[in-house]
């Protein structure tokens, strides 16, 4: 199995600024995911974190709102850009190795 | 986009069996089929994952019908620990897990 660590595990923000989220897996992953979690709702994938290169992205997000970096095999950031109250979530980040799919305790975001 | 249907909501007597159904009509051959379960506030859990057998582990077992269409994930005895929402999930081609709606169990004392 593997730990998955996110900071910030939760952020007050002000609209029109930008957030940084790190996601740091204990061990090394072949994949990472990121995905949001808006109040009361399921996840909703955002993006496929690919190692190296640009991130894959689900319909619906875009990587200027969204930029992903996954520089090595345990590590990758995601920033919500020039936030808005509707950005507000939990934002998720997930390993997966093998078979299995890890997940973090998430990022509590609030846009005011 | 999420391949799977759940039932929204369903309680389980506490100590009893919880049976938790899903519909998977569209699975393709060599898609999996995965439970997880997030406890409020907090990440998603892995339970258990099938191809084609049954499946059991020391959480829970995964029964897949024969056309593959349709599993249930049983917890044969259920605990309030238990409640939290369920979901089932038929990972991807690309290995992405794509979320359903879930359900979410509530065990009763």
């Known amino acids: 199995s593997a730990v998955i660590s996110q900071k910030p595990s939760r952020d007050i923000c002000q609209r029109g600024t930008s957030l940084t989220i790190q996601c740091q897996v204990d061990?090394?992953?072949?994949?990472m995911f990121w995905y949001r979690q808006q109040p009361g709702q399921s996840l909703t994938l955002i993006a496929t974190a690919n190692q190296g290169s640009e991130a894959t992205y689900e319909s619906g997000f875009v990587i200027d709102k969204f930029p992903i970096s996954r520089p090595n095999l345990t590590f990758s950031t995601l920033t919500v850009s020039n936030m808005s109250p509707e950005d507000s979530s939990i934002y998720l980040c997930?390993?997966?190795?093998?078979?299995?799919?890890?997940f973090g305790q998430g990022t509590r975001l609030t846009v005011v | 986009d999420a391949k799977t249907t759940q039932p929204p909501s369903m309680d389980c007597a506490e100590g009893r069996a919880a049976n938790l159904p899903c519909n998977h009509s569209t699975i393709s051959g060599n898609e999996y089929v995965y439970w997880y379960r997030q406890i409020h506030s907090q990440g998603p859990q892995y339970i258990i994952h099938?191809?084609?057998n049954n499946e059991t582990n020391e959480m829970a077992s995964l029964i897949i019908t024969e056309d593959r269409k349709s599993s249930t994930l049983i917890l044969p005895h259920a605990t309030l620990r238990d409640t939290a929402v369920y979901y089932c999930i038929v990972r991807g081609p690309g290995n992405q897990f794509y979320f359903g709606t879930g359900t979410s169990l509530t065990v009763i004392p």
């Open positions: 061990s090394q992953v072949t994949m």
């Open positions: 997930s390993g997966q190795m093998n078979t299995e799919a890890f």
């Open positions: 099938g191809l084609k």
